[in-house]
């Protein structure tokens, strides 16, 4: 890729970097700025090869000095993706990369941040505060009542000068308000970025699937997704679009004409060293996770508000040890820092109905409440005793990671002070306050939807998890891992109480997660075609906003071949004559010779298909499309799979030769076997790894094909952990 020069330092970023650099340390600073330039990198290439040169970057005059007149509504090659992690700090990553694109020219900035007022503050508070030195900030509350005005009172002055960023939650009242400021101000005559956080949440047409059965004409696009890209991209049509996401399942399974499908990778963002991710809670040999029984989350699903009858200790035995860790933790961490106000967070996370929420709340308070009381003595000894023994089954597991514990009995002396003032509370829709309204010391937040997707719990020690669908959706699933983030102070207390089937479930999340991400990675110019992982019983996303029909998945032990191979001899004589040189040595037709995954994806480059689609005369659509053939098999490599196995068939004598498969090719397609034995025998013998079976074939007209041999393929599939899901409208 040849980059085009951009400017690296500038007051704005400089100022920012060295203000980030006090929170979170050098070396995360500028690992952070990397990222901000290579993202910056991308959107001055996209824009200049889109829309002309010397607009942004180096030298460049930050006026838009040809308005877009293309055929397409959107340009093309404008959506980028940021595919970062779950609590790693993608907000610092927005922030710098405008830093740094301001120093590039780019004039305005939109932000558009989920559609929750707590978290659209949280954003804007953030950018107002970390931005000094570059663009004017406002958010939606700014022009919430005279759209006009403020355009031409604020932006108007600022937009040439300085730049200007406009933050707004993807409601679509907002969003409407901010198109009439952004046509009163013309800031189609300016270089704009858009950022979209947490993209693949509210920005997707939602009314897709209902559109792939009944129709555009019938069936209108969803409000937002309307709101976004037929109105505000179009206005600004010279704009590049960073879609920014931990989970873009969703957006990589959209349709390649949609505007929704990010059209290059702008970062794959590393975290830092101190992050706290799947790695951590999720390897085999992690001690921050704790198994509980799955039976103990329906018992607190089925209380019904008969809570503790009789007995004022009953509480599920997981809930209780991890409570106990909990208090412990914070008392160390209380008893250890210099600041008295930090705030140490403890999440119970199990349902998003409320009825469950205040009956986990009143467990919780019972316990806190009796436990208090029987560490001060205020009950019997029997329950001192309890409560002693609970406590330091709670100390040894916390030993198990920390290593600079005070003495148990010191710990349980300051508890005695502290437990007292743990409350716990419930954060859902009946809930007035917009955020957790955290006390200095030891907080308990219960809670379901509201705690979900894009909140950090400040101080997040202790996760109690136990919300399991039945259908359960990767995207939505991966979005729970609030445990994830910055917190290297609380490492060695941290941990994560959950069920063995939802350990399982995040586990396969998180491998399935990494294995993208090394495949984008690995082939970083290729996002087009980048397939979503998937395993187990998980759905990539939800359905509503995929065209089902164009869905298809390369399933692990599957053997699978082209419907519609090129057989026309001006189409494959040059692709035939390279495929007799690389397959002159393999001569024996029941042998399954080992080797390199690159050769069979070489052989593979030369057999050419045409892909049958749902729409096409052949009336089903296929597995088989030679483009993702290949990139499926290139991303098996990211995953150490670098040997397959080629089965080269020709046909025992001349006589025979290519008879074996006995293939016609008729109106509906290919026809006939296609070796049954031969793909069973790899899939028992080699299932481990792709097995490439082709066969020569000689091509005679009176069986529908053009007097020209061909090779055909049959590829059978390893029988790998993941399915790989592809979208295939091209």
């Known amino acids: ?22 929170q979170i340390g050098e070396r995360e600073a500028y690992r952070l700025k990397d990222t901000a330039i290579e993202v910056v990198q991308n959107c001055v290439k996209f824009y200049s090869e889109t829309f002309g040169y010397g607009d942004v970057g180096e030298n460049s005059t930050g006026l838009v000095s040809q308005l877009y007149k293309g055929a397409d509504p959107i340009p093309n090659c404008t959506t980028g993706l940021i595919y970062g992690r779950v609590q790693s700090g993608k907000t610092n990553t927005t ?133 976004i890209h037929s109105n505000i991209r179009q206005e600004v049509a010279n704009h590049i679009y960073i879609q920014i996401t931990a989970t873009p399942q969703s957006l990589l399974l959209q349709r390649l004409d949609t505007p929704c499908k990010p059209q290059f990778c702008a970062a794959l963002p590393e975290p830092g060293d101190s992050y706290m991710g799947g790695d951590l809670f999720f390897s085999e040999s992690s001690k921050h996770y704790r198994i509980v029984d799955a039976e103990e989350i329906g018992q607190i699903k089925k209380q019904n508000g008969a809570i503790n009858p009789g007995n004022k200790w009953i509480i599920p035995e997981g809930l209780r040890f991890a409570l106990c860790c909990f208090f412990l933790g914070s008392t160390y961490k209380m008893l250890s820092s210099d600041d008295e106000d930090a705030i140490y967070s403890f999440l119970a996370h199990i349902c998003y109905k409320q009825d469950i929420h205040t009956n986990l709340e009143q467990v919780i308070s019972n316990f806190v409440i009796n436990l208090d009381q029987a560490i001060r003595q205020r009950s019997s000894q029997t329950d001192y005793n309890q409560a002693i023994k609970w406590l330091e089954q709670a100390y ?28 716990p509370k419930i954060i859902n829709a009946n809930n007035p306050d917009k955020e957790p309204n955290y006390n200095p010391g030891m907080n308990i937040l219960i809670g379901g939807n509201r705690l979900g997707r894009g909140v950090t719990i400040k101080g997040l020690m202790v996760t109690y998890y136990g919300r399991d669908a039945k259908q359960k959706v990767f995207d ?28 399982d479930t995040f586990r396969t999340i998180h491998e399935a997660d990494e294995a993208m991400r090394q495949a984008i990675g690995d082939d970083i110019n290729n996002i087009k075609l980048q397939p979503v992982w998937i395993g187990g019983n998980l759905k990539p996303t939800r359905s509503n906003v995929l065209d089902p029909s164009a869905i298809n998945v390369l399933t692990p032990g599957s053997s699978i071949y082209p419907q519609n191979p090129a057989y026309k001899k001006e189409e494959i004589q040059d692709s035939f ?42 009336g089903r659509s296929e597995k088989w499309e030679d483009k993702r053939i290949i990139k499926g098999l290139k991303d098996m490599k990211t995953q150490g799979m670098t040997k397959g196995r080629l089965n080269v068939r020709r046909g025992k004598s001349k006589k025979n030769k290519g008879q074996g498969l006995d293939l016609s090719m008729t109106d509906t397609g290919v026809s006939g076997s296609t070796s049954g034995t031969w793909t069973k025998k790899a899939k028992d013998e080699y299932p481990d790894v792709p097995t490439l079976i082709i066969s020569y074939q000689q091509g005679e007209k009176i069986r529908g094909w053009d007097d020209h041999p061909i090779y055909f393929p049959v590829l059978v599939l390893p029988k790998q952990k993941f399915v790989l899901m592809f979208n295939y409208n091209d």
């Open 1 to 22: 890729m040849t980059n085009i020069p951009i400017i690296k330092n500038g007051s704005c970023i400089d100022h920012l970097i060295r203000k980030i650099e006090k």
């Open 95 to 227: 922030i710098a990369t405008l830093a740094l694109a301001h120093e590039n020219n780019f004039r305005c900035f939109i932000v558009l941040t989920s559609d929750n007022t707590w978290l659209g503050e949280q954003t804007a508070n953030r950018f107002n505060n970390q931005v000094q030195g570059g663009p004017v900030i406002f958010d939606w509350e700014a022009w919430k009542k005279d759209p006009e005005d403020f355009a031409k009172t604020k932006v108007i002055p600022y937009v040439k000068d300085t730049g200007v960023v406009l933050v707004t939650t993807k409601n679509v009242s907002h969003l409407k308000r901010l198109l009439i400021v952004l046509k009163t101000a013309k800031i189609k005559n300016f270089p704009t970025l858009i950022f979209d956080d947490e993209a693949d949440n509210a920005s997707l047409n939602t009314n897709e699937a209902k559109q792939s059965k009944k129709g555009k004409d019938a069936i209108s696009d969803s409000t937002t997704f309307e709101q």
């Open 396 to 423: 040894k597991e916390l030993e198990k990671t920390a290593d600079k514990l005070p003495p148990v009995n010191e710990l349980i002396e300051e508890l005695k002070i502290k437990l007292r003032h743990a409350i």
């Open 476 to 503: 939505t699933v991966h979005q729970h891992a609030r445990m994830y983030g910055y917190r290297p102070k609380l490492k060695d207390v941290t941990r994560l109480f959950l069920p063995e089937n939802i350990l």
């Open 577 to 618: 004559q390279k495929l007799e040189k690389l397959l002159i040595n393999y001569k024996d037709d029941d042998l399954y010779d080992e080797v390199n995954l690159d050769f069979i994806i070489e052989i593979l480059s030369y057999t050419k298909s045409h892909y049958v689609s749902s729409e096409s005369p052949y």
